[in-house]
């Protein structure tokens, strides 16, 4: 019943070149997240946006950069990806209103040879 | 942001009531209280939230006194599937979340 997609799931990739996360939601959600996290660890917030050419950079630095040009796509890029890239990033959308839980996709686990 | 103090982690067996409780002394007075469940390899999975008192739903019972400071998320009767790492969170009016370390809950037969 998931109504926030990810793709790939997963991604092997060699050093140096540009990837795009993809994360789409059919919930027509203002605000989209993307997190990083991990094995074992906690979630990390990279990226956030409120809307449309809304974006805005989260708790944890990251090299990583995101677009909001349509409301139900929020796509995350690395220009030139490193094995210190490598993570599972995981994409959320929630509604407007301070009572509104966040909605996860099931991440996509990426690795950086 | 509000900062959470769960317990790392907690055994349980099957069929048994779990509590798992979740300080929050600086919560602000607009955040809502919002547990998450997260398994392997997926996104965190929204479980139940509240702002004071007692919620309940078809998974679980959440538990808040009259200070906010703490809450406890009450599993009924857990079974295998239940094991996995549970989140407490202070919801604000921004919606910006902080994942602590969460707990990690074994469920045993």
């Known amino acids: 019943e998931a109504d926030i997609y990810q793709t790939p799931r997963y991604l092997v990739i060699g050093t140096g070149k540009k990837i795009t996360l993809e994360c789409s939601q059919t919930?027509?959600?203002?605000?989209m997240y993307w997190y990083q996290q991990d094995p074992g660890m906690e979630l990390h917030l990279i990226h956030y946006?409120?809307?449309?050419?809304?974006?805005e950079k989260g708790d944890l630095s990251s090299e990583s950069t995101v677009s909001r040009i349509r409301t139900e796509h929020f796509p995350l890029t690395l220009e030139s990806a490193r094995p210190s890239h490598t993570s599972q990033y995981l994409c959320?959308?929630?509604?407007?209103?301070?009572?509104?839980?966040?909605?996860f996709g099931d991440g996509t686990r990426l690795s950086i040879l | 942001l509000a900062k959470t103090t769960q317990p790392i982690s907690m055994d349980s067996y099957e069929g048994q009531e779990v509590n798992i409780t979740c300080s929050h002394n600086n919560i602000a007075t607009n955040d809502y209280i919002t547990w998450y469940q997260q398994f392997p390899s997926q996104g965190p999975r929204f479980i139940i939230q509240g702002y004071k008192t007692k919620v309940t739903n078809e998974v679980a019972s959440l538990f808040i006194p009259a200070d906010r400071k703490s809450s406890t998320l009450s599993l009924p009767r857990v079974s295998l599937s239940d094991t996995a790492v549970y989140y407490c969170?202070?919801?604000?009016?921004?919606?910006?979340?902080?994942f602590g370390g969460g707990t990690r809950l074994m469920v045993k037969p």
């Open positions: 946006s409120y809307g449309v050419n809304s974006t």
């Open positions: 969170l202070p919801n604000n009016a921004g919606n910006m979340l902080t």
């Open positions: 959320a959308s929630s509604d407007l209103g301070r009572d509104q839980p966040q909605h």
């Open positions: 919930m027509g959600h203002d605000k």
